[in-house]
């Protein structure tokens, strides 16, 4: 069991980290801290798995031995020159920022034990994927208990470059966003067809889950997968024709490059304070 966490921020994904490392027993609710800055959401946490809960920053930072950033973007800036200096030289730092990169959280907070790391949604249920590295001064133990804590969401990826979260940012982070958006649209167009709402969803849902599942236990090339259920002059062979043709591929991987772009631009911007402007004479 891990001896101690915090977590600087209590939203979706802290709660879905509290959740995970609960179920799995991982560590006791006693020994989690979360520091938040609304009172209600605070009660909600306290209420709901028995741990401690705090507005104060630092009071949350001194708890933990591993202390979990799990706020938003736009607010690393106004918390870095808070909690600088104030980390013990053994505690490890996790952090879940989009954008959030490893040079900026060291020097914002004089710290060098430093993992950032991408989960996704569906961690929320304990199937998440969460892609993660390390600073060179992270110990074995502390990867290890690093590790624990993003299985306690699911899978875990450990990639040795940092350059590969803003990669995997733009796949798996942002990925169900479009599994979501393809989900969407394939009810809609059962709908259009004259199913029921209900039946359209239940149908589409059972069709992506068993056809994940068939390519993960097979696996087989998609292509190969593909080409299986694909008769000469058949149905499947006239949708694909549709969708090749409406550039589905094109579209896909754009989106892609576009949320590895922005993953890019957040990390110049995340956690840096604005300039200030100069004052008139």
Known sequence: ???????????????AMIGGLLNRQIVAPDHITVSEPREKRRAELATRY???????????ARAGAIVVFAIKPQVLARVLPELKGALRVEQLVISIIAG????????????????RAMPNTPAQIGEGLTVWTTTPNVTDAQRDDAR?????????????????LDMATAVSGTGPTYVFLVLEA???A?????FGRDVAHDIVIETMRGSILYAEKTGKHPAELRNMVTSPGGT??????????????????????????????????????????PVDA
């Open 190 to 194: 059962a709908v259009h067809l004259g």
């Open 186 to 188: 394939l009810v809609d």
């Open 148 to 164: 624990a804590v993003f299985q306690s969401l699911g899978k875990e990826i450990f990639l040795d470059e940092e350059k590969y």
């Open 236 to 277: 499947s062979a006239e949708a694909i024709y549709q969708m090749e043709k409406g550039s589905l591929r094109t579209v896909l991987s754009k989106a892609v490059w576009a949320a590895y772009q922005k993953s890019r631009l957040l990390g110049e911007t995340v956690g840096k304070a604005e300039p200030r402007k």
């Open 1 to 15: 069991m891990l001896s101690s966490i915090a977590f600087i921020g209590g939203g979706v994904m802290a709660e």
């Open 100 to 115: 959030g990169r490893i040079a900026t959280l060291s020097e914002g907070l004089a710290h060098t034990a430093i993992v």
């Open 50 to 60: 028995s741990i401690h809960t705090t507005s104060d920053n630092h009071q949350a």
